[in-house]
């Protein structure tokens, strides 16, 4: 049940401290946590080296930012762990949470991800609120893929175990079997041309293709900052909303296959009609990230040929999970 956990950090000296207190404070001790620091100009860095005498810590400045993907994967190379907690620097985890997904995704042998209910966080202290973060992803006809009651208060309904198409990246537990399954070569488990935001819509694809499960575990929870919020509208996130659009169409090309467009026919034609449209019009800072799309479309394209042939799940039956009736399944146990 040994677990590794990869933080990731780019300028997040207000939060850092009690993210790493969390995981000091957990029940089930983590074997390793590895900080990647994505080129920060703030004290996060120094904030992180801190906890050098509490945690089994190993810190790694880069002199750039090479994106969220490429630091997750180098973070993955360097622990040896069966388990490993991807888990955002604004969020700080209830001290059983790591006890709870392993002890949950250890007796179910399919497991190859699990994720618990983040709430939103308030303050340097990430204090907890009753606003839910994600309880699971989720996934529609269009392509898009959503946190589970995101922006909303908790329901009876978010408080039960279930089987969710993926976790979200800020707190995502992954079995390291599967994350070497469906790696590409060079152990590149989260695809680094990405280089932020989809990538772990992504990989869940992949994994799902392949037979892994994701569990929603509820028991254990975690409270996330999060600093792009959809709900509030993409107004001022420039940068984010071009690498949301060019990594739309990455996301697509690396998984779908011809199937899929079939069951998932007219809704992702018609968003994609609404991106283009938006693009050309009311948010043209993103119209570069329809050309970067493009350009990377080769590349992708062979992923997905590759992705296609060593599915062991039917895009068929993946296409179910896309629709309401399909998106959530009972966890017994």
């Known amino acids: 049940m040994s677990v590794a ?26 074997e390793r946590v590895v900080v990647i620091d994505n080129a920060s100009a703030d004290d996060s860095l120094d904030q992180a080296r801190a906890f050098a005498t509490s945690l089994p810590l190993e810190v790694v400045a880069w002199r750039e930012n090479r994106g969220f993907a ?69 996934m529609t006809p269009a392509g898009r893929h959503l946190d589970r009651g995101a922006g909303r208060a908790l329901t009876p309904k978010l408080t039960h175990p279930a089987r969710v198409f ?10 390291r079997e599967a994350m070497e399954d469906v790696a590409y070569p060079g152990g590149e488990v989260m695809d680094e041309g990405f280089f932020a935001y989809r990538e772990d819509a992504d990989l869940a ?9 994701c569990l929603y575990l509820p028991a254990a929870r975690g409270y996330h900052a999060r600093g792009f919020r959809p709900e509030q509208g993409r107004r001022g996130h420039e940068r984010i909303n071009r690498l949301s659009v060019r990594n739309r169409f990455l996301l697509r090309w690396s998984n779908a296959d011809w199937r899929w467009y079939l069951a998932c026919f007219p809704a992702w034609l018609l968003r994609d009609v609404v991106v283009a449209s938006a693009c050309l019009t009311a948010e043209r800072s ?21 992705n296609y042939r060593r599915a062991r799940v039917s895009s068929w039956r993946l296409a179910w999970w896309f629709y309401p009736w399909g998106r959530v399944r009972p966890l017994e146990g």
């Not at 933080?7 to 969390?22: D, E, F, K, M, Q």
């Not at 694809?205 to 499960?213: A, H, I, N, S």
């Open 70 to 138: 490429a630091a997750f994967n180098e973070g993955v190379r360097r622990s040896a762990a069966p388990w490993v907690l991807s888990l955002n620097p604004d969020c700080r985890l209830a001290p059983d949470f790591l006890a709870v997904l392993t002890g949950w995704a250890t007796g179910q042998p399919r497991a190859g991800a699990a994720c618990g209910l983040l709430l939103r966080a308030r303050g340097a202290d990430l204090a907890e609120t009753d606003i839910v973060d994600s309880a699971g992803m989720v």
């Open 205 to 213: 694809w992949r994994l799902q293709r392949r037979g892994w499960e």
């Open 166 to 175: 993926g976790a979200s990246g800020a707190a995502a537990l992954y079995r």
């Open 5 to 30: 956990v990869v933080v990731v950090t780019h300028n997040h000296s207000p939060t850092i401290s009690a993210t790493l207190r969390g995981i000091a404070a957990q029940t089930l001790s983590p």
């Open 286 to 306: 993103s119209l570069p990230g329809l050309a970067e799309a493009w350009r990377r479309r080769p590349f992708q394209r062979r992923r997905g040929a590759n």
